[in-house]
Nanobody, 118 residues
Framework: VQLQASGGGSVQAGGSLRLSCAAS????????MGWYRQAPGKQRELVAT???????NYANSVKGRFTISLDNAKNTMNLQMNSLKLEGTAVYYC?????????????WGQGTQVTVSS
């Protein structure tokens, strides 16, 4: 099973980016997926998560600006990031809690760089 993240890039403060994460490689069923980020010199932190039933959770710092969504049919998760701030500069990682049969596994994607400039 692989998680392939895409959509990172450079944007000016106040701009928008859309990240995607596609899960592939087997007969999988999504329990939850999420985005985490790690800025230089800092610990990895949660950005947003979404469950199979569309229950979402956001870090306070991104509430109202970021929207996470899940396409179960395509095993793809998206993160729409609006009104980006300088502190949004980080490597963004997608994580998936996926069922393979009856067993829950967690997987990480390779990370995608987001750079927000003034």
């Amino acid at each position: 099973v692989q998680l392939q993240a895409s959509g990172g890039g450079s944007v000016q403060a106040g701009g928008s980016l859309r990240l995607s994460c596609a899960a592939s490689g087997g007969s999988i069923s999504i329990y939850s997926m999420g985005w985490y980020r790690q800025a230089p010199g800092k610990q990895r932190e949660l950005v947003a998560t979404i469950r199979y039933d569309a229950i979402t959770n956001y870090a306070n710092s991104v509430k109202g600006r970021f929207t996470i969504s899940l396409d179960n049919a395509k095993n793809t998760m998206n993160l729409q990031m609006n009104s980006l701030k300088l502190e949004g500069t980080a490597v963004y990682y997608c994580k998936g809690d996926l069922y393979i049969g009856d067993t829950l596994h967690n997987y990480w994607g390779q990370g995608t760089q987001v750079t927000v400039s003034s």
